[in-house]
């Protein structure tokens, strides 16, 4: 026999920390005055000690202890227990068993030591224990005491429902207690809570546990709880939380009766069998859950009479008798003491509603028809069969049919639709859908499958048949397209397809359509034939119409539907959009459309190449456009220069456009040579014999003397003029340019646009746009004039075909080759990708790391600097008054109608970041940036470096030469005021090595200038667009340099400049986007890029 264990003994500082010294005190005083009585001294339970304390009343303590007999908890029935969880009264019992026996109270317990309980710490212990996870220790295995759980099951009446109880057991094999209250028990054991039941009997979850089967119930149980439909909480005056279970509204009889919820029934209901359960009207009747059917038989007879004096069919009847059985619908199963049958809600339900049937005596008659018996069978009884007993008489046994049901449909066509009849074969009888009178004979009784009668109807009407009667009729042409291609394929594995001899909906070509191609010998042409093989003349025009339309088939004139997802069809269609041909335009088979849209073919990836048939003359065509150095022209013998070879790949490009009468855009990276290609190109066309008129280049006026001079050096056998003088003077050079045997024509575009009456009235051999970048807007002077330029052959040079917007592109070609990319509404509606494709053979661009291997490295950093304490105050002061003056106009006004209010307010800005000095007459100060960039030219200077300068405010410019001058430092100034005839002498005098620095406004000297004699270039101030500083930054890095170029940007910290370079990086890459790659769209400054300059919300 096992030991018991000695409960423990407190110590007064243990009791003062658990009770904390005021209710210590107070129950030192009940001690003192006698008022504890201990309660059955020497207690068989080693785990409780109880004794009643007279307070108000007469209050029972329980104190609890463990297994190794440590003292655990404790309860009282006072009203103050259930807020403290603890009291004098428990104190009162702790105090009068203390060891040593407390005589007096200690003398310090109105200052407690800090370990001990107070108020605040037992809030604290109870606030921490909501937190804590419940470990359920009644769950747990362990060499604890087992349990013993017993389960009483009932029967009972909530509202309109029947639904199960339970009521429960709890103790050990001596004697068992009920369970007051199932729902506070089963929270109390899943918490790990002590449950006191008698004075003899405490179930403690550290001392007990339960065989795991009950633990398996307890589980099932617990989820009851947690489920709030089923119970509601209601507070009582003792503090105490009942719960009562509530079920459809209904409160259960008792607080030891609980409502089982039906969700946990069938897991409840499978593991009983292994627990000790009990009915609870005789609870020494065990629960058996029944494995065998419902005692319940149903029989179907045939009668001797028939059902009704007039008729002469058989009749039937249907009998069974009620058994004496409860049947619980939301829970699926029926009782008839001891046993619980387990079926299905559906057949509980089906069982409810056929044991309500009334009937004057205990067995239940239905009289059947003849006419009735194939539902009954169909429908009734297979369900009875699974609810109870069924036993059919021997001559109704030997009519059924019991066969598996094959569906059959047949199809025929008839020219307009189709007409299909679906059969329901079961063994060899064959009932026929929509009509009545078909099906078996009267000595037989069919056993149907409705539901999948119902769905194999439902997937012909899904089809679009309209049923009439017996016959299934299909007439839209959709959906016998439809049917024909897709759905006829799948009925055929559901069911037996049968078609007519006349079922021939669709129609075959003989062979698969083919599509010719090929130029005309001027190449002006593109001739397209189609052959439809067996198809009749007058349903050509008709599948074209239909081909264009991305139609998926089209309905011959004989009612047949010809597919047109082939890949001949296909591929005739793709001809039609790419060529956008219409079929109205066919003469019999055949077009001829320009032959510029056979571009589209030029890229060899183009799919449907290998499904085309190609004429010699279109293939030769394309292969010139992709590989125009296969071109056999040699470069002209009196060209004074040695090209390298990408200059010659240029040069025959521009020769193989001008064959077939195409404009292009030569956009090679600046530096690498683009007038030298263009020079060769004219000296080649000049010495061919069909030169009849002079060429004309049309330059930015800083680069017009620049042209000249490459002509004298390169091809000095031309003869050039440069459009110069006055009015009349520049008329009459144009006047008499052929008869005094002018080859080349140089004006500028501000004078193009001023003579523009004179130019229309010639025609010139060739024009070429230099930077052509000039025309990227449309609407301006400059565009409209050069769109008037009557010429055999058109170029664009630029080195930025595009700067913000892909329309920059089409009005550069609109200027070149107008026919290519069509008006702008056509334009505009053509997609990145088919641009690509569309302009790929008619721009040229090499970048100079692809083609220039031995051109020294450009090396590019930024320079930072922050303001000066000054500039910084008149900064911020500015941005604070440009941020609200941004923020109300945007409000107020839009983006659009503010944009140029809001632009001057940044240049503003950008001018305080430069030096105030450009935005404030009287100022003073000195300007962080000026100080970078004198320290950086200082540095640069003494270790023989060349400069370039340069700055889009010319006002900027003086500041940097007055600098200059006062240092003694020599340069040379370039702005928009010096003189065209001056610009040559002073690049050319910086070239062969005079003064080390030359200051240049962005504008004037950005672009054409060949300065290959510096070697470092400061862009002192940011422009919005990358590619015109990186123009600028070309100037130096070209053909003819031979030293590393070092490019700095200076950019003040803390400054919209920061937020204008994280705009260019955003910018990176956009001349290349649709001559590369991409042919995404990159828009000019917007919104919510001035948002983020200027830090809007």
Not at 491 to 498: A, F, I, K, N, P
Request: aromatic share 8%.
């Amino acid at each position: 026999m096992a030991q018991v264990p000695t409960q423990e003994i407190m110590t007064t500082n243990d009791i003062i920390k658990y009770c904390g010294p005021v209710f210590y005190r107070r129950g030192y005083q009940y001690v003192k005055e006698g008022r504890v009585k201990a309660l059955a001294p020497g207690s068989p339970d080693p785990f409780l000690y109880q004794a009643r304390v007279r307070g108000t009343e007469s209050y029972l303590v329980s104190l609890f202890y463990g297994g190794d007999g440590r003292f655990m908890s404790s309860h009282c029935e006072c009203p103050a227990f259930p807020a403290h969880g603890v009291c004098k009264h428990i104190a009162a019992v702790l105090i009068e068993r203390a060891e040593p026996p407390a005589n007096s109270p200690p003398q310090n317990i109105s200052s407690p030591h800090p370990a001990q309980s107070s108020p605040t710490s037992r809030t604290t212990a109870r606030f921490l224990d909501v937190f804590r996870v419940p470990r359920s220790p009644a769950l747990s295995n362990s060499s604890k005491e087992i349990l013993r759980l017993e389960y009483l099951i009932g029967v009972a009446e909530s509202g309109s429902a029947t639904v199960f109880t339970l009521e429960m057991k709890i103790g050990t094999d001596k004697r068992l207690y009920i369970v007051p209250k199932v729902p506070e028990f089963l929270r109390e054991v899943r918490d790990g809570a002590v449950h006191t039941f008698s004075k003899l009997f405490t179930y403690d979850p550290r001392a007990h546990t339960f065989e795991p089967s009950d633990r398996k119930v307890l589980e099932i149980l617990f989820q009851a709880l947690d489920h709030s439909l089923f119970y509601t909480q209601t507070q009582q005056n003792t503090n105490y939380q009942s719960y009562r279970y509530n079920f459809y509204g209904t409160r259960a009889r008792s607080d030891r009766t609980m409502s089982l919820p039906p969700f946990i029934w069938q897991q409840l209901a499978s593991v009983l069998p292994e627990v000790r359960a009990f009915w609870s009207r005789n609870p020494v009747l065990p629960v058996r859950i029944s494995k065998s059917s419902i005692p319940l038989l149903f029989k179907l007879e045939e009668t001797k009479a028939p059902s009704s004096p007039t008729s002469a069919d058989k009749s039937y009847v249907l009998s069974y008798e009620k058994p004496k059985l409860k049947v619980l619908p939301l829970y699926g199963s029926a009782v008839r003491e001891p046993d619980i049958y387990l079926i299905s809600r559906r057949q509980a339900d089906l069982l409810h509603q056929i044991l309500a049937i009334p009937s004057s005596s205990k067995a239940v008659k239905i009289p059947l028809e003849s006419r009735e018996m194939e539902d009954v069978v169909t429908e009734v009884l297979p369900q009875l069969d699974g609810l109870g007993q069924l036993r059919l008489s021997p001559d109704i046994a030997s009519v059924i049919v019991s066969e598996p049901l094959k569906p059959r449909v047949y199809l025929d066509w008839d020219g307009e639709g189709i007409e299909a009849q679906l059969h329901f074969v079961y063994g060899s009888t064959i009932i026929v859908a929509g009509d009545p009178s078909s099906g078996a004979s009267s000595s037989q009784i069919i056993r149907r499958d409705r539901v999948e009668e119902a769905r194999i109807t439902s997937r012909l009407i899904d089809a679009g048949f309209h049923q009439d009667e017996s016959r299934f009729v299909l007439t839209e042409d959709e959906a016998i397209y439809q049917f024909m291609s897709e759905t006829l394929e799948e009925l055929t594995h559901e069911m037996d397809v049968r078609v007519s001899e006349l079922f021939d909906p669709v129609h075959h070509v003989s062979s698969s359509p083919k599509v010719r191609m090929d130029m005309d010998p001027e190449h002006s042409w593109l001739e397209v034939s189609f052959e439809w093989g067996d198809l009749e003349e007058d349903d050509i025009l008709a599948v074209l119409r239909a081909l264009k339309e991305k139609r998926r088939y089209h309905r011959l004139t004989n009612g047949q539907f010809l597919p047109l997802e082939e890949a001949g069809f296909e591929a005739a269609q793709k001809v039609l959009e790419e060529l956008d041909i219409d079929p109205d335009d066919l003469n019999g088979s055949g077009t001829t459309v320009p032959a510029l849209r056979a571009v589209p073919l030029v890229d060899p990836s183009h799919p449907y190449q290998t499904q085309w048939e190609l004429g010699k003359s279109l293939r030769r065509w394309l292969d010139d456009l992709r590989h125009p150095d296969n071109l056999d022209v040699a470069a002209p013998a009196s060209l004074t220069a040695k090209l390298r070879n990408y200059q010659v790949t240029g040069f025959l490009w521009m020769k193989m456009l001008s064959r077939y009468g195409f404009g292009g855009i030569l956009a090679d990276d600046m530096g690498l040579g683009k007038t030298l290609q263009s020079i060769t190109y004219l000296l080649s066309e000049r010495e061919s014999k069909n030169w009849e008129n002079p060429a004309l280049i049309v330059a930015p006026a800083s680069l017009i003397y620049n042209w000249h001079r490459e002509f004298e050096m390169f091809a000095p056998t031309l003869k050039t003029q440069v459009m110069a003088g006055d009015p009349k003077e520049r008329q009459q050079m144009l006047e008499e340019a052929k008869n005094n045997g002018i080859d080349v024509l140089i004006t500028s575009y501000p004078l193009l646009r001023r003579d523009l009456a004179y130019y229309r009235q010639h025609t010139f051999h060739a024009v070429i746009f230099d930077e052509a970048q000039t025309l990227k807007n449309a609407g301006t002077q400059a565009a409209q004039a050069a769109y008037q330029i009557k010429s055999s052959h058109r170029f664009a040079l630029t080195g930025t075909p595009m700067e913000n917007r892909l329309t920059d592109l089409w009005s550069i070609f609109r200027a070149v080759f107008p026919e290519l990319l069509g008006s702008h509404k056509k334009f505009s509606q053509t997609t990145p990708d088919q641009l690509r494709k569309q302009v790929r053979p008619f721009i040229l661009r090499r970048l100079k790391q692809d083609v220039l291997k031995d051109l020294p490295e450009k090396i590019e950093s930024v320079e930072t600097t922050e303001l000066t304490r000054e500039q910084k105050s008149i900064y911020l002061a500015y941005l604070e008054k440009v941020q609200a003056d941004t923020q109300s106009d945007l409000a107020r006004d839009g983006f659009q109608k503010s944009r140029i209010k809001i632009l001057a307010a940044l240049t503003r800005l950008r001018q305080i970041c430069c030096h105030p000095a450009l935005f404030m007459d009287n100022y003073q100060g000195t300007s962080a940036k000026m100080d970078l960039l004198l320290e950086l030219v200082e540095e640069s200077l003494e270790s023989d470096h060349r400069l370039l300068i340069f700055s889009q405010f010319t006002s900027m410019l003086k500041m940097i030469a007055q600098n200059f001058d006062d240092r003694g430092w020599s340069y040379f100034y370039l702005d928009g005021d010096t003189p065209v005839n001056e610009r040559l002498q002073l690049v050319s005098r910086f070239n062969q090595g005079e003064r080390s620095a030359f200051l240049i406004s962005l504008k004037a000297g950005g672009t054409g200038l060949n300065l290959t004699g510096a070697d470092t270039v400061i862009l002192y101030d940011l422009w919005w667009n990358p590619a015109v500083e990186s123009q600028a930054a070309d100037r130096a890095h070209r053909i003819g340099q031979k030293k590393v170029v070092q490019v700095m940007r200076l950019i003040t910290q803390g400054t919209i400049e920061e937020k204008i370079y994280a705009l260019q990086r955003k910018k990176q890459d956009l001349v290349d986007q649709v001559i590369r790659s991409q042919g995404e769209d990159i828009p000019s400054i917007t919104e919510e890029d001035i948002r983020q300059i200027l830090q809007l919300s």
